[in-house]
């Protein structure tokens, strides 16, 4: 299943409405057909960590395969107004909407690929109405599965190979948010969701136990175990806190007895509340005495990446996370931030491109020209820099790198060094021209990357800093850019 069994047919009007502003003006003065180079990235590692991962691709490339304004949409634009009662975008513009079909390239970062500030995710190169009208849509799909796929890849770090449940469906912002929060999650490394419908649609594996109205519904929490244990013998995971916790242990003791003389065996408990550390080290006591030593302690409770790791400190004896809210949220990061800026323009593919800068009063806001991009430096299995470079001027075998946020830190990278070059070709000419890995692919791929990094880059509180930056060249070019435009802006 995909985006579009989902979804009605067109999402063309998933946009703001001033990209159909701007590619109405583009049309209007004849430019619309001038060739552009845009780039998705983000300023700012989330959760004030020291990574992102890489995650929406899949989604943006569903999206661009349809991508077309169809009669509905159509129709819908031609009645919106402008200030005068007049209509807002004249016929001939939404006659050419409607013959418009999808016809840039686009260059992205393969779902989990571990990324960094500045870095393009995502590359647009095409007719500059098209690469505009992509803006809003490519953000869309691609800012918030990035984040949740951080958050995911950080909680799984913290259960040090422990498995992760997504629990997230009941508070996810609405039913998108629950879907694409389940899937970044797994593509994040968490092992599975309670998300039923994200199973379906996205084949990701689905768990799930039982909820305090299942005890509260019989006279007695021994009675509430016995039959939930006799309808789901082969998934008998009791949740013991709803009265009394460690007693509540006991009770499903008792119950996987009767169970095993059945030929079936208890699969765990769940802990849901509580001191999760002293009450997980003394149900595996009372499991253990008991003859099951092999049955499953699952704890929930808002749980996060900071809470498990403490746990763990703690001596926690805890089997399985199952973590909610404050991953399908991104608690402590409500967005990514991710950006798609323009870096060069020209009129038609036999000219050289103009580059363009964005200036601002912030270092960080000021955007780097050119058609970029992305080469990771690899020694020893490790990783040892990103350098982002303009295609047109690739680095020499001296390679350095300059921070652009601070252009006197510049780093030389091993002229020995194996190297990835991390955009990689998946439309030409509208035309997609790669397979896009599957979830399961994306999910192994995140995996990989993350142990590419070193140790104080994963940490949680002030994480090294990893080195991502400009080519040397690229970054001369980029102040002389800098300094052009403050003439302009200044004339």
């Not at 500030?117 to 505009?132: D, F, H, I, K």
């Not at 039923?196 to 039982?210: D, E, Y």
């Amino acid at each position: 299943m995909t985006l579009h069994t989902v979804y009605r047919p067109s999402l063309a009007l998933l946009t703001d409405l001033y990209q159909l502003t701007m590619a109405f003006a583009y049309w209007k003065r004849g430019i619309g057909e001038r060739e552009a180079a845009f780039h998705l990235f983000f300023r700012n590692n989330p959760f004030e960590g020291g990574y992102a991962v890489a995650a929406g691709l899949a989604g943006a490339v569903q999206f661009l395969e349809r991508f077309r304004f169809d009669a509905a949409d159509l129709a819908y634009l031609a009645e919106l107004q402008g200030n005068d009662g007049r209509p807002l975008f004249e016929a001939a513009f939404l006659d050419h909407l409607a013959r418009m079909s999808f016809c840039c390239d686009l260059d992205a970062m393969p779902e989990g690929t571990v990324a960094f500030p500045n870095e393009p995710l995502v590359r647009v190169t095409g007719p500059l109405v098209q690469a505009q009208l992509l803006e809003t849509p490519l953000l869309n799909l691609v800012n918030f599965p990035t984040l949740i796929a951080t958050k995911a890849a950080r909680i799984v770090q913290a259960a040090e190979g422990d498995p992760v449940l997504e629990f997230g469906l009941r508070r996810a912002q609405g039913i998108d948010g629950g879907l694409t929060a389940a899937r970044a999650a797994y593509l994040g490394g968490c092992a599975a969701t309670s998300n039923v419908l994200a199973g379906q649609v996205h084949g990701i594996p689905v768990k799930g136990t039982h909820a305090h109205s299942w005890v509260m519904c019989f006279d007695d929490e021994p009675a509430a175990f016995q039959a939930y244990a006799e309808a789901m013998p082969n998934n008998c995971v009791l949740l013991v806190d709803t009265y009394d916790t460690l007693q509540g242990v006991r009770n499903a003791v008792a119950v996987g007895r009767r169970l095993r003389e059945r030929g079936h065996e208890l699969a765990g408990v769940r802990l849901d509340s509580g001191d999760l550390a002293r009450l997980s080290i003394e149900a595996r006591r009372i499991l253990d005495e008991g003859g099951f030593p092999k049955a499953k302690i699952v704890a929930s409770s808002d749980l996060d990446e900071y809470s498990i790791a403490r746990l763990k400190r703690q001596g926690a004896k805890i089997d399985v996370w199952g973590v909610g809210t404050r991953l399908a949220t991104a608690d402590g990061q409500p967005a990514l931030g991710g950006v798609y800026k323009l870096s060069a323009i020209r009129d038609g593919s036999a000219q050289p491109w103009s580059y363009r800068v964005k200036l601002s009063e912030g270092r960080l806001k000021t955007s780097t020209p050119g058609v970029l991009q992305v080469r990771r430096y690899l020694a020893e299995g490790t990783a040892v820099g990103d350098m982002i470079y303009d295609v047109d001027h690739p680095p020499g075998e001296k390679a350095i790198l300059v921070d652009p946020a601070d252009e006197t830190r510049r780093k030389p990278l091993p002229v020995d060094a194996a190297t990835d070059d991390l955009l990689t070709p998946v439309f030409r000419q509208g035309r997609r021209v790669a397979d896009v890995p599957s979830l399961d692919d994306a999910r192994r791929r995140a995996g990989q990357q993350l142990g590419l990094l070193a140790p104080g880059v994963k940490r949680f509180e002030n994480p090294d800093d990893y080195p991502a930056g400009l080519e040397f060249g690229l970054h001369e070019r980029k102040q002389k850019l800098i300094r052009d435009a403050g003439h302009g802006a200044r004339a």
